[in-house]
């Protein structure tokens, strides 16, 4: 088990129209990847007395945000208002999970005294795929 650490700086988002096509999400400061599982409850085997669980359907999510560019952030604005499904890859180091997935929601804000930053939340739609390295 290897145990290097990943500085946060080698964590980001890319998004693209095709899988081919991925571009990493401009002025990322910080992003995330939550992936839940829906367990199911089903009766213990014997008295029914301890609670046991099935692995059901699961679910993930990305967010990003970053300072907000002038072009940069306005495709991301289009694909929302249209509804585009979008490839997006989460790359951590060397590893990579990609799928597929709608922008649920685009905040932009605009403090007084400070630069304009954006927040984009993407829910995926299907399976997230984890991308074998073809060095090993």
């Avoid at 910080?30 to 699961?58: F, H, P």
């Avoid at 499904?85 to 997935?101: K, M, P, R």
Wanted: one cysteine or more; a negative charge; proline letters at 1%.
């Amino acid at each position: 088990m290897s145990t290097t650490k990943i500085n946060g700086h080698d964590v980001l988002i890319c998004v693209g129209t095709t899988a081919g096509t991925l571009e990493e999400v401009a002025a990322q400061r910080d992003c995330s990847l939550s992936i839940n599982n829906q367990l199911i409850e089903k009766a213990s085997g014997t008295d029914g007395t301890v609670r046991e669980y099935l692995a059901g359907l699961y679910g993930w999510t990305m967010q990003v945000s970053g300072l907000y560019e002038l072009g940069a952030h306005a495709s991301l604005v289009g694909h929302l208002l249209a509804g585009t499904l979008l490839h997006v890859g989460f790359y951590i180091g060397d590893e990579q999970l990609t799928g597929t997935a709608f922008i649920e929601n685009m905040e932009v804000g605009g403090p007084l005294r400070g630069k304009a930053t954006y927040n984009v939340a993407l829910r995926g739609s299907g399976a997230l795929t984890v991308v074998e390295d073809e060095q090993s």
